[in-house]
T-cell receptor
Framework: EADIYQTPRYLVIGTGKKITLECSQT?????MYWYQQDPGMELHLIHY?????STEKGDLSSESTVSRIRTEHFPLTLESARPSHTSQYLC????WGKGTDGYTFGSGTRLTVV | KQEVTQIPAALSVPEGENLVLNCSFT??????LQWFRQDPGKGLTSLLL?????REQTSGRLNASLDKSSGRSTLYIAASQPGDSATYLC????????????FGTGTKLQVIP
């Protein structure tokens, strides 16, 4: 079944650790996105990609980095986690086209940095 | 710059009621408008997608309408159930090279048994 998967679902990690949040989709979508969302708050776009080897920063400044080596895979990395990075991270994808397709979201990764 | 507003911010209704959630957008140059629900601590689940050329879409007890000229979309939920309790978000995808999506502020719905 075509879907978008995020792992881990929950992560508690100590300050200073390097972490990678995984996002994979099986729909062959060219466009992929990372959003950051605090509880009860709006979504903020932090990274997006329009295809392999294409990555851009979003509207909200983030210390994280992303890579897009394969179409289906869009991991997000924090080199040195801090408590201010505690949040929920949502991955999404969309097909390339004239807006005929909507967004598909993963279940999210809830990150807590202690 | 597109702005998307959802009113009310929170809504509490008894089970069985029909209800309408509102979504307003300032820039009518959109490709589509998408409605999502989000349960606490979870991702967004797509409910309905309305293309700019369409007036409405239906799925089960849900009906979404789109009026580009007035910059409004509504999500109608028939015979509400406690399982419908969630936050509902609308998202407008703007036309243009970047095809930027703007999410609404959300309506938190509680259906009381």
């Amino acid at each position: 079944e075509a879907d978008i998967y995020q792992t881990p679902r929950y992560l508690v990690i100590g300050t200073g650790k390097k972490i990678t949040l995984e996002c994979s989709q099986t729909m062959g979508h060219d466009k992929m996105y990372w959003y950051q969302q605090d509880p009860g708050m709006e979504l903020h776009l932090i990274h997006y990609s329009y295809g392999v080897n294409s990555t851009e920063k979003g509207d909200l400044s983030s210390e994280s980095t992303v890579s897009r080596i394969r179409t289906e895979h869009f991991p997000l990395t924090l080199e040195s986690a801090r408590p201010s990075h505690t949040s929920q991270y949502l991955c999404a994808s969309r097909a390339w086209g004239k807006g005929t397709d909507g967004y598909t979201f993963g279940s999210g990764t809830r990150l807590t940095v202690v | 710059k597109q702005e998307v507003t959802q009113i009310p911010a929170a809504l509490s209704v008894p089970e069985g009621e029909n209800l309408v959630l509102n979504c307003s957008f300032t820039d009518s140059a959109i490709y589509n408008l998408q409605w999502f629900r989000q349960d606490p601590g979870k991702g967004l689940t797509s409910l309905l997608l309305i293309q700019s050329s369409q007036r409405e879409q239906t799925s089960g007890r849900l009906n979404a309408s789109l009026d580009k000229s007035s910059g409004r979309s509504t999500l109608y939920i028939a015979a509400s159930q406690p399982g419908d309790s969630a936050t509902y978000l609308c998202a407008a995808l703007n036309s243009g090279g970047y095809q930027k999506v703007t999410f609404g502020t959300g309506t938190k719905l509680q259906v009381i048994p």
